[in-house]
């Protein structure tokens, strides 16, 4: 990469990182809607990995003080619970706060996580339209979050969830399927909401799912 493409990139993630910031007022609260932590989860790693620290820490504060349960769940339980997106969440939190240094903050909302995760496969419980199932996006956040947190028995059984996934896979040369039903059988199901159980090989999101893992 020449130095002046660097530049270009710099730039880019600069005016990337001023919308956003331009999104959080001066309590670290998003201005759409202060109380949602879909909002709010990954911007203190963003901000931290952009060597906004301030703005990171403004933020995983109001995260903290205005949203997070003393367990590490989300207070308003909309957003806990086996059919919302709180392992994702909580992954990236937990990962977030180990990078500010708030490891206390990491391991208590890891530990949280940790209560979904299934003992005799590592992976993490969720709640679909086909069932309980544990699959590799919200898994492999989690597992990052426990790994983070020093919660390293959590995250080694997690990938080995992972490394049984692959193992298991029955078409591997066609498409990536990316979880287990609650017997262990990965999801494979005929009629299975495209691009929610399976990804082609070609298709744009496989990257984006294996990046979390």
Same mark, same amino acid.
């Given at each position: 990469?020449?130095?002046?493409?660097?530049?270009? *990139?710099?730039?880019? /993630? $600069?005016?990337?990182?001023?919308?956003?910031?331009? %999104?959080?007022?001066?309590?670290?609260?998003?201005?759409?809607?202060?109380?949602?932590?879909?909002?709010?989860?990954?911007?203190?790693?963003?901000?931290?990995?952009?060597?906004?620290?301030?703005?990171?820490?403004?933020?995983?504060?109001?995260?903290?003080?205005?949203?997070?349960?003393?367990? +590490?769940? #989300?207070?308003?339980?909309?957003?806990?619970?086996?059919?919302?997106?709180?392992?994702?969440?909580?992954?990236?939190?937990?990962?977030?706060?180990?990078?500010?240094?708030? #490891?206390?903050?990491?391991?208590?909302?890891?530990?949280?996580?940790?209560?979904?995760?299934?003992?005799?496969? +590592?992976?993490?419980?969720?709640?679909?339209?086909?069932?309980?199932?544990?699959?590799?996006?919200?898994?492999?956040?989690?597992?990052? +979050?426990?790994?983070?947190?020093?919660?390293?028995?959590?995250?080694?059984?997690?990938?080995? #969830?992972?490394?049984?996934?692959?193992?298991?896979?029955?078409?591997?040369?066609?498409?990536? %399927?990316?979880?287990?039903?609650? $017997?262990?059988?990965?999801?494979?199901?005929?009629?299975?909401?495209?691009?929610?159980?399976? #990804? $082609?090989? $070609?298709?744009?999101?496989?990257?984006?799912? *294996? /990046?979390?893992?």
């Amino acid at each position: 990469m020449t130095t002046d493409t660097a530049n270009e *990139f710099r730039q880019a /993630a $600069d005016r990337a990182l001023d919308f956003l910031a331009a %999104h959080v007022d001066a309590d670290g609260r998003s201005r759409i809607d202060p109380n949602d932590p879909g909002l709010h989860f990954k911007l203190p790693y963003v901000f931290a990995y952009a060597d906004r620290r301030q703005l990171a820490l403004r933020v995983l504060d109001h995260i903290e003080r205005n949203l997070l349960a003393d367990d +590490g769940s #989300f207070k308003d339980d909309r957003f806990n619970g086996p059919a919302s997106a709180f392992l994702y969440q909580a992954g990236w939190l937990a990962w977030s706060s180990a990078a500010l240094g708030r #490891f206390d903050l990491a391991r208590r909302i890891a530990r949280r996580a940790m209560q979904e995760q299934d003992p005799e496969l +590592g992976g993490f419980w969720n709640e679909t339209h086909q069932g309980r199932e544990q699959g590799v996006l919200n898994s492999s956040s989690a597992a990052a +979050g426990c790994a983070a947190a020093g919660e390293l028995e959590a995250a080694a059984m997690a990938a080995e #969830f992972m490394d049984r996934l692959i193992e298991l896979q029955p078409e591997p040369d066609q498409r990536f %399927h990316f979880g287990f039903y609650a $017997d262990g059988q990965v999801i494979t199901d005929s009629d299975a909401e495209t691009g929610r159980n399976y #990804f $082609d090989l $070609d298709g744009p999101c496989r990257p984006a799912m *294996f /990046a979390t893992a």
